[in-house]
T-cell receptor, first 116, second 114 residues
Framework: AQKITQTQPGMFVQEKEAVTLDCTYDTSDQSYGLFWYKQPSSGEMIFLIYQGSYDEQNATEGRYSLNFQKARKSANLVISASQLGDSAMYFCAMRDDQTGANNLFFGTGTRLTVIP | DAGVTQSPTHLIKTRGQHVTLRCSPI?????VSWYQQVLGQGPQFIFQYYEKEERGRGNFPDRFSARQFPNYSSELNVNALLLGDSALYLC?????????????FGPGTRLTVT
């Protein structure tokens, strides 16, 4: 069974600084996808970045990058140059790409607060 | 283009009642998934529908049911509501619902059971 672990309930970062949000996962599958979503207080889940298990390069999307270490089963999110609008809940999620279904398994999330 | 829409935004129900939540996917998307997010936790998968057929089901009791219509919109039904059903219900749509297909989430319906 798939499992996502986010060990940081809350994180603080100074505006314009970089921050790393931790995520480890557990799966016996060879083909899977890893995602990060941002959830502001409004509730909507906003897609940030995706990493496939066979991707050799770490994914990047603007200020977001995913530090993928397959042997350690970790997929940490790095946000560079933090902005006040980055304050939100952040969820790491995994999808099993072998079943043909599209269901995501989410961690418990990390609340990020950006300090001016 | 319009994103995923959900209705209603909020609703309050009493224990034992029934509720129907609605979701309209992004135009051209044929797969809809439903998730339950209890306060303080990550979303938990309930159902996935693709081309009006159930493709996946999470670990939820039979009180939860769903369906997808020919226009790809979807309904989530919950019978005999319990206090523990209070949560944010999220709908996500995707093109084909598999492989490297990205899911786009709606704003959610916040259900309170009293």
């Amino acid at each position: 069974a798939q499992k996502i672990t986010q060990t940081q309930p809350g994180m603080f970062v100074q505006e314009k600084e970089a921050v790393t949000l931790d995520c480890t996962y557990d799966t016996s599958d060879q083909s899977y996808g890893l995602f990060w979503y941002k959830q502001p207080s409004s509730g909507e889940m906003i897609f940030l970045i995706y990493q496939g298990s066979y991707d050799e390069q770490n994914a990047t999307e603007g200020r977001y990058s995913l530090n993928f270490q397959k042997a350690r089963k970790s997929a940490n999110l790095v946000i560079s140059a933090s902005q006040l609008g980055d304050s939100a809940m952040y969820f790491c999620a995994m999808r099993d790409d072998q079943t043909g279904a599209n269901n995501l398994f989410f961690g418990t999330g990390t609340r990020l607060t950006v300090i001016p | 283009d319009a994103g995923v829409t959900q209705s209603p935004t909020h609703l309050i129900k009493t224990r034992g009642q029934h509720v129907t939540l609605r979701c309209s996917p992004i135009s051209g998307h044929k797969s809809v998934s439903w998730y339950q997010q209890v306060l303080g936790q990550g979303p938990q998968f309930i159902f996935q529908y693709y081309e009006k057929e159930e493709r996946g089901r999470g670990n939820f009791p039979d009180r939860f049911s769903a369906r997808q219509f020919p226009n790809y919109s979807s309904e989530l039904n919950v019978n005999a509501l319990l206090l523990g059903d209070s949560a944010l219900y999220l709908c996500a749509s995707s093109l084909i619902g598999g492989g490297a297909d990205e899911q786009y989430f709606g704003p959610g319906t916040r259900l309170t059971v009293t």
